[in-house]
């Protein structure tokens, strides 16, 4: 039959187009699924987890950020955990921090603070302040957020320390944007869910490369053993992601994926402060080690690939009139968007995301690339200096 008859260009392009829809499927279910997963396991009693909580020293390092620490600090120091303290490092003192926070200490005895000097000039601030909470902890576990993050609920440590294990030295927990309304909070909302299903991910299927310090614990000996920072202490930043990526492993890291174990940030107001902090991360990322980073490229280009592919084959199909071949490109893409729409929903809805993705799929699944790219550019005509201690 004629309509079961294809040209040469309608072949290859279908051809393509079913591979490269093949590799989006592989990445969608053994990675990209992986929280749901994991979710569904600690809900069957198939995830060991420890039944001790040792104690905790909460590290929150923040700068000239008097609003954010009156708005979230006393969700952390209220947390339902037996044993804590809690370490502010105030870096600047030309708002109300240290005022607010010696206030503070009257009515919570394990709140304690200190800053960062002014004179500091062989290491980051960020670091500094880092470095500075650690040595002033007492306690082995160290837990990280930062001061704009509130823990959405009181167990937020218990659900961290439950992966305590005698293995464990890394816990990589999950920060996401409280809703706000308009384009931009939308397109950063997605943008921190879908990064968080990759490194979240890799890291469920045993191959950690990354950790975010808005929600992150690991032990303090891990810190000295490492030699802290000092791997990439001419670095402004790096204090989170290329720490971890240095000393995560399979064997050491686990991933609390709990509803009530999530830090939330305020909704981003300006498109700047969003820009600035995605070349930042992009600045450490290019120094990651390990193979994830080109599974990840891989992933972009099929997902790019795929979409060239398919709309090729529908325009062919149009031209020759061949609606078989149109219908087969068209339903290709259906199915790869269904099952993207199924994860990402059923992952937003487990980590108690109030959005969810329809129709900005499509828009958000062409876009997320570009701005990856769009950060990269930035990174490589910036000076050099910018990415530098300061």
Request: charged share 25%; hydrophobic share 40%; net charge positive.
């Amino acid at each position: 039959m004629e309509i079961l008859t294809f040209d040469a260009t309608e072949e290859i392009l279908l051809a393509a187009t079913g591979v490269l829809l093949l590799f989006q499927l592989l990445y969608y279910f053994c990675l990209y699924n992986r929280i749901h997963r994991h979710n569904r396991a600690v809900k069957g009693n198939k995830v060991q987890f420890s039944q001790e909580f040792p104690p905790v020293s909460v590290i929150i390092c923040a700068r000239e950020e008097s609003e954010n620490l009156r708005r979230n600090l006393i969700a952390v120091l209220e947390q339902d955990y037996p044993q804590f303290e809690v370490i502010v490092v105030n870096d600047g003192n030309t708002d109300e921090s240290e005022g607010y926070l010696t206030l503070l200490q009257d009515k919570y005895p394990h709140l304690y603070h200190s800053f960062v000097p002014d004179s500091s000039r062989y290491i980051s601030r960020k670091k500094l302040a880092v470095t500075l909470g650690i040595k002033a902890s007492k306690y082995d576990w160290l837990v990280f957020t930062e001061a704009n993050c509130q823990p959405q609920s009181n167990q937020w440590l218990k659900l961290m320390a439950r992966n305590f294990t005698p293995r464990t030295k890394i816990v990589l927990g999950y920060s996401g944007y409280e809703r706000g309304k308009g384009w931009l909070r939308k397109r950063v909302a997605f943008d921190s869910l879908f990064t968080s299903m990759r490194y979240l991910g890799f890291a469920l299927a045993g191959s950690p490369y990354m950790g975010i310090g808005r929600n992150l614990a690991y032990r303090k000996e891990l810190y000295y053993d490492h030699k802290g920072f000092s791997a990439h202490l001419n670095l402004q930043r790096g204090d989170d992601d290329l720490f971890i990526n240095h000393v995560a492993k399979a064997e050491n890291t686990r991933t609390e994926t709990d509803a009530n174990a999530i830090t939330r940030v305020r909704p981003v107001s300006r498109a700047k402060d969003w820009r600035e902090e995605k070349i930042s991360y992009a600045s450490t990322a290019r120094l990651y080690q390990g193979h994830q980073r080109y599974f990840i490229g891989l992933e972009t280009f099929t997902r790019l690939a795929f979409y060239g592919c398919w709309i090729a084959a529908l325009v062919v199909g149009i031209l020759n009139a061949h609606w078989l071949a149109a219908g087969i490109a068209l339903f290709a893409w259906l199915l790869r968007y269904l099952i993207q729409a199924i994860i990402i929903n059923r992952t937003a809805k487990d980590l108690n995301e109030q959005r969810r993705y329809i129709w900005a799929i499509p828009v958000f699944d062409l876009l997320q690339p570009m701005q990856s790219l769009h950060w990269k550019l930035y990174c490589l005509f910036r000076k050099r200096s910018d990415f530098l201690r300061k």
